[in-house]
Structures are given as C-alpha cells and as structure tokens.
C-alpha cells in the first residue's frame, strides 16, 4: 500500500532563512507527488506537482521540490522563507483514484 | 480560476443529528472525493466518487455515512447520527479527466463541523 512519511512535525526558521521540508513516498512505482499548503482556518491550496520528466518542479510562491527515485523522496525547498509561508505543508503521492496524505510539516517563521 | 465550493463554512451540531455538508465541484470534473482532518492531525480520504457510484471508501467511510450526487453541479456528504468523533473538517475535492487537471486534486475551503 501507499503511504507516505513527513518526518519533521514542526519546523522553525527565521525570515529570510532557506527551507527544506522532507517528504518520503512508499510505491513500488513512480506515484504522482504533491506538496499542498494550509494557511490557518483555510483549505489545501497545491503549491506543486510532480508526475514525470525534470525531476526538479518548480511551483507557486517561489517553492520548488525535487524528486530523487534512489531515495523515495519529494523535499520541498525555498531559498528565502517570508512570513507569510508561516503553514502547515502536506506532501501527498497519488496513483490513479487514489490520493495519500502525510501527516503535515507545521512552519513557523521567526523575525 | 476555478473553484470547489463548500458549504456551510461551520456547523455546530448535537450528537446524534444528521448532518450534510454540501459540496460544488469545479464543473467539467467528473472524480469527487471527501477527505477528513481532525484537528492537529493528518488529512484522512474518507470517499471517491465517480459516474454516480462510490469507486473506493476508506474504513471511516462507515454505516452513518453516505454520498449523493442530487443533481449536476451538487455532491454532498451525509453523516447519520454523529458522533463526538465525527467533529473535524471535512474537505471536498475534484479532479477532472483529462488535460492539466485529470492527476490533480482541487480542494474546496472546507466545512468545519462540530459535535457537541
């Protein structure tokens, strides 16, 4: 079965700083990979997708994620972090009908 | 750009009560799901739903709950007679068929509901 693994529950960093949120899938293929974000009391909004080719995918508000096969993973990166990415962040792979959700990275940003 | 819509936005309800929250999917979609966040917790797939059938549920998908599509542009989310437990946002979302949208959920806001 699917699943996958957000190790870090809770990440700091100060504005300005670079982020890396890390995002591991479990399939025996390529799953479809995303990375969604919740800002508080809103829904899930899709920074980014990744379903085959360049294996770096850029995306919305400066994020990109790069998927490296060897390792199973789809980190999330920015180089300079602004307040206002201060959010919970959901990785999620997706084969067919079926979407799998990790557990959520909370951010929050420091002056 | 277009949008899934979801209401109401909050619920407030007595444990026991049925309960729909009502969804609008973006309308060439034709794959309509219902996911489950309790709070502080992980985004749990609770139903899929397409050409008028559930195609796959999870376990919480249980008795108390089902889905219904009443006409075109509606799909709903019933829960029977809640529980405590069922207290949680519950977020609607779609996907289309083909083109840049097929592989992709659209979520709506959500509908948080309440349980007293």
């Known amino acids: 079965a699917q699943s996958v693994t957000q190790p870090d529950i809770h990440i700091t960093v100060s504005e300005g700083a670079s982020l890396e949120l890390r995002c591991n899938y479990s399939?025996?293929?390529?799953?479809?990979l995303f990375w969604y974000v919740q800002s508080p009391g809103q829904g899930l909004q899709l920074l980014l997708k990744?379903?085959?080719?360049?294996?770096l995918v850029q995306g919305i508000k400066g994020f990109e994620a790069e998927f490296k096969r060897s390792q199973s993973s789809f980190n999330l990166r920015k180089p300079s972090v602004h307040w206002s990415d201060a959010a919970e962040y959901f990785c999620?792979?997706?084969?067919?009908?079926?979407?799998?959700f990790g557990t959520g990275t909370s951010l929050t940003v420091i002056p | 750009e277009p949008e899934v819509t979801q209401t109401p936005s909050h619920q407030v309800t007595q444990m026991g009560q049925e309960v729909i929250l009502r969804c609008v999917p973006i309308?060439?979609?034709?794959?309509f799901y219902w996911y489950r966040q309790i709070l502080g917790q992980k985004v749990e797939f609770l139903v899929s739903f397409y050409n008028n059938e559930i195609s796959e549920k999870s376990e919480i998908f249980d008795d108390q709950f089902s889905v219904e599509r009443p006409d075109g542009s509606n799909f709903t989310l019933k829960i029977r007679s809640t529980k405590l437990e069922d207290s949680a946002m519950y977020f609607c979302?779609?996907?289309?068929?083909?083109?840049?949208?097929?592989?992709?959920?659209?979520f709506g806001a959500g509908s948080r509901l309440t349980v007293l």
């Open positions: 979302a779609s996907r289309g068929l083909q083109g840049s949208g097929a592989n992709v959920l659209t």
């Open positions: 399939y025996g293929a390529t799953p479809y």
């Open positions: 990744y379903f085959s080719g360049d294996t």
């Open positions: 999620a792979s997706g084969t067919g009908n079926q979407f799998y």
């Open positions: 309308s060439n979609h034709l794959y």
